[in-house]
Nanobody, 123 residues
């Protein structure tokens, strides 16, 4: 069982940066693949980035080159560094974990989810 708690979301101006954090509980965190998703009002949940237990990463095209996903398994933490933010990045950002696949971009592949943290980018 894994519990996830996100933090770091806030209001930021376009062009700014934020770092989101995800704190995980559970003794086998290091074996889980982790991901970040986002959901804007009236839109479906959207894949943002994923990272394997060994640190390999994968990004959605919309954030590639601007966002960086990382993890610190010893601290049971996952991070999302977001740079050059635009209003289109405004959404609730959710942390997710899975043991079903070494890396996954589909929300259905993830077993555990946090409650989300709101990121709002003003123009």
């Amino acid at each position: 069982q894994v519990q996830l708690v996100e933090s770091g979301g806030r209001l930021v101006q376009a062009g700014g940066s934020l770092r989101l954090s995800c704190a995980a509980s559970g003794r086998t965190f290091s074996t889980y693949a982790m991901g970040w998703f986002r959901q804007a009002p009236g839109k479906e949940r959207e894949f943002v980035a994923a990272i394997t237990w060994s640190g390999s990463t994968y990004y959605a095209d919309s954030v590639k080159g601007r966002f960086t996903i990382s993890r610190d398994s010893a601290k049971k933490m996952q991070y999302l560094q977001m740079n050059n933010l635009t209003p289109e990045d405004t959404a609730v950002y959710l942390c997710a974990a899975t043991q079903n696949s070494p890396i996954a971009t589909a929300a259905q592949a993830y077993d555990y989810w946090g409650q989300g943290t709101q990121v709002t980018v003003s123009s």
